[in-house]
């Protein structure tokens, strides 16, 4: 078990580092808020050490891909270890914690690192494919660990909950497009940006951004089918594990439709739910969690015209 100070840290972590899941997260019974927030942390960690960050914001000039390739060699030894029951880093100790006692494959975690392997070496995403794998390393699978967390054990149910990683990273590249430019990092396809007629290397300062509004609007368009799948998964899900899921997944969802409502303007500012806004999405989503309780195992509709996660 992982001693005071790795559960304090990870809370710490899911506090200040995500408030669009923080509150979502409370809604989960305490054994599953404890590992889902130590997993949490984990990412939040492995993220922040590639990035030079401290809870997800930079601290100092991004570090050579020299020293950012070191930095992975070492979390994924780390992460390793961690995964084989060997860990003394409170974070690692967490991890460890989790994958003995929710069964969680190590190629999960290492398929996470993986997406920041992808931001080290400057991976161009040429597709839509290519960025929909993108979405699966630094999301999906997390969202899959998540769901192992939460109980899920048939592949029907981790590939909904691997559309709504995905659907969350989508909404987040849309949101983040102008920031992320300015780092030096584009996720969007690049036959996209060709269609749109823009060139890659302007999006950080575009004096107009109405194509590249025309862009985000297509990539919320995208997350969508993504959503709907994951919204039929929750019925696999304790209802407790329910609602919080469904709370994120309108809360994550709001975002993407505030950036299509604001069009050129959506880069103004960050984009962000108020706690007003927050508490109306938890409130709503009882109603989902409620039905999804009574429902049953997921069927729904077919997702198989749906990007889908490696075997």
């Known amino acids: 078990m992982p001693d005071g100070v790795a559960i304090t840290q990870a809370r710490q972590a899911l506090r200040q580092g995500s408030k669009s899941f923080h509150g979502a997260a409370r809604l989960f ?14 990412c939040r960690h492995c993220d ?35 995964c084989a029951g060997r860990a003394s880093d409170p974070i690692f100790l ?11 494959p190590a190629r999960y975690p290492l398929a996470h ?3 920041f392997a992808m931001d080290a070496a400057g991976r161009s995403y040429q597709t839509e494919a290519d960025t929909l794998d993108y979405c699966w390393h630094v999301a999906g699978v997390v969202g899959v660990m998540m769901a192992i967390i939460m109980g899920a054990d048939n592949d029907t149910t981790l590939d909904r909950a691997s559309d709504l990683g995905i659907a969350f990273q989508l909404t987040n590249i849309a949101r983040d497009i102008i920031d992320d430019a ?3 990092r584009i996720y969007l396809p690049a036959d996209w940006l060709r269609d749109a007629n823009i060139d890659p290397a302007t999006i950080a300062d575009m ?5 590249l509004a025309a862009v985000a609007t297509r990539l919320i368009d995208l997350a969508e089918p993504y959503y709907q799948s994951a919204a039929i998964g929750l019925r696999a899900l304790p209802p407790r594990s329910a609602w919080s899921i469904a709370t994120a997944l309108r809360v994550y969802r709001s975002i993407g439709r505030k950036v299509r409502t604001l069009g050129p ?31 049953g195992a997921p069927d729904g509709p077919d997702r198989t015209t749906l990007w889908t996660r490696p075997a």
Do not use: C, M
């Open 265 to 295: 303007h959506a880069w103004n500012t960050r984009v962000r739910t108020s706690k007003l806004e927050k508490l109306a999405h938890l409130l709503a989503a009882s109603i989902p969690a409620a039905q999804a309780a009574t429902i």
């Open 207 to 211: 004096p107009d951004r109405t194509a």
């Open 94 to 104: 967490g991890l460890a914690e989790i994958v003995a006692r929710h069964q969680i």
């Open 48 to 82: 922040d050490v590639i990035d030079e960050q401290i809870l997800g914001f930079r601290t100092n000039a991004p570090a050579s891909a020299h020293t950012i390739t070191h930095r992975l060699v070492t979390l994924r030894e780390q992460t390793i270890a961690a």
């Open 29 to 42: 019974d305490a054994p599953t808020r404890r590992s889902v927030t130590l997993l949490y942390a984990w």
């Open 113 to 115: 690192l993986d997406g």
């Open 182 to 184: 300015r780092a030096g």
